[in-house]
């Protein structure tokens, strides 16, 4: 069993952290339960690399504490946390053959030779493998050569967690989903906790329940799929998730009304309310371009833009236009009807969200 917990945890590669630019990982508290289904999901340099060394004991985070079922293991050495970690190039010995490549760990931990081959097999077997397990390890393509990866970690009984460090990365288009769909396999008949790095989307929503997004070093939202699209906890994962993704207006409160330039939005009462009483002046409206209607002629509550780009996507078509100088991003259904360049946007006021100082404030919808 493994309760993966990080408590307080921060970390920078500096000796002498002088502020918060200096962490990879600034402070934070999160929780992996035991058998999840995980993602981490976010950019480039967001600091997903660390944590998840930190998680394995490839490094000692600079504060707080990693607790494994509520042990702290933060000076536990990699071999003693019952966790393996497949990484992005496959790490296999290249001379050896395939079956010994994923006996390797079980002899390693002097297991008898009679227990080692019906593990080494029944891996094999769950990973299609079978078929080469005489050959030398070199002769195999690189998904074979990550299979054989993932197979090391799934041979000792002992592994309760498996880290994926954005573990497709060489493999071909065409062979990603099956390796997905093998994973997901895996995930059901060993009850073991995965963590998968990426920085795909699709990637991430396909293989885990539930994602966190990481930004700046932080875990900005952890929720799955679908609460990531429809209620973004933070600017960054409106803007990161989604095909564009979010829409986003700086608004004040000005005489009553909720100003974007000199553009007065109609925003529901509640909203209206938050920016008035907000404390910063960091405000924003966000808005998914699935929740823009576009038409020719105007109604009581849409604004006048103009219209910059239609590209027809098949299934559905993006527009491109600009309002207050800004460009936007709407959506439109298959068989929309076709607009010219002055058109009339609106807003689907049930889904605008609020962003205060990047954070989403929850309020009603009256
Ligand atoms: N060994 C190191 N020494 C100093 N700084 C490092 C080291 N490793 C990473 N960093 C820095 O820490 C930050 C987070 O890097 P990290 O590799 O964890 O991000 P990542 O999200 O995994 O990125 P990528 O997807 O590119 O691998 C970056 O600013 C990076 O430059």
Request: proline share 6%.
């Amino acid at each position: 069993m493994a309760e993966i917990t990080l408590k307080g945890l921060a970390h920078s590669y500096e000796k002498t952290p002088k502020g918060a630019a200096d962490y990879a990982i600034r402070q934070m508290d999160h929780v992996w339960h035991q058998g999840g289904a995980y993602a981490l999901l976010g950019p480039s340099g967001c600091g997903k690399s660390t944590l998840l060394n930190i998680i394995s004991g490839l490094l000692e985070p600079s504060e707080g504490d990693v607790l494994f079922d509520g042990q702290r293991v933060n000076e536990l050495p990699p071999e003693e946390r019952n966790i393996a970690q497949v990484f992005q190039f496959p790490v296999i010995y290249d001379t050896m053959t395939v079956f010994d490549n994923l006996a390797f760990p079980l002899r390693n931990m002097n297991t008898p030779e009679y227990r080692v081959k019906p593990k080494v097999l029944e891996v094999a077997d769950i990973l299609e493998l079978t078929p080469l397990l005489n050959r030398k390890a070199k002769n195999l393509t690189a998904d074979e050569k990550q299979k054989v990866s993932m197979g090391r970690g799934l041979v000792r009984d002992d592994v309760t967690a498996i880290l994926f460090d954005e573990p497709l990365t060489v493999i071909d288009p065409q062979l990603k989903w099956k390796l997905r769909r093998k994973l997901k396999e895996i995930h059901e008949r060993f009850n073991i906790t995965m963590i998968y790095v990426t920085h795909d989307q699709l990637e991430a929503s396909t293989f885990a329940d539930k994602i966190a997004v990481m930004y700046d070093g932080q875990v900005v939202q952890f929720g799955t799929p679908r609460e990531l699209f429809e209620r973004p906890a933070h600017t960054f994962v409106g803007y990161f998730i989604g095909s564009p993704g979010m829409n986003f207006m700086a608004v004040k409160y000005q005489d009553e009304q909720a100003m974007f330039g000199n553009q007065s939005l109609p925003v529901s009462e509640s909203i209206k309310r938050a920016i008035a009483h907000a404390s910063s002046n960091n405000i924003k409206l966000g808005i998914r371009p699935e929740f823009i209607d576009i038409s020719a002629s105007p109604s009581t509550e849409s604004l006048p833009v103009e219209v910059i780009s239609v590209q027809d996507l098949g299934t559905y078509s993006l527009l491109t236009y600009k309002l207050n100088g800004q460009t936007f991003k709407a959506r439109l259904p298959e068989g929309h009807s076709p607009v010219g360049e002055a058109a009339f946007a609106e807003f689907d006021t049930a889904k605008l969200a609020l962003y205060i100082d990047e954070y989403l404030v929850e309020t009603g919808h009256e």
